[in-house]
């Protein structure tokens, strides 16, 4: 279903010139990261999808925003700070056992 939303969201910005994909992109990464974070029980990682869809909702607010730089902040603290805390607390279980 997260395909054929990517997809159908694609091709609506090449039909309508004036729509950017930006925000339902992000909007649609956000929903996945919540999911994933709820299924493996990682606190983290579902913060860093409720903050992408805080920041997806203030991009719909402020549409004159550089898009650049919120995909540039989004994706570092919605998907690499919580992965690098994933990351580092599975490194250090393998420690211990």
């Given amino acids: 279903m997260f395909n054929l939303s990517w997809i159908y969201i694609i091709a609506l910005s090449f039909t309508l010139k004036s729509f950017h994909p930006v925000p339902p992109i992000l909007f649609l990464l ?3 990261i919540i999911i ?3 299924i493996i029980k990682f606190k983290p990682i579902t913060i860093g999808g409720v903050f992408l869809t805080i920041f997806t909702f203030y991009l719909n607010f402020n549409p004159g925003i550089n898009l650049l730089l919120v995909n540039i902040v989004g994706v570092f ?16 279980n393998k420690s211990d056992g």
């Fill in 30 to 32: 956000s929903i996945i």
């Fill in 36 to 38: 994933t974070g709820l």
């Fill in 77 to 92: 603290l919605g998907l690499l700070v919580p992965g690098l805390s994933l990351f580092y607390s599975k490194s250090d």
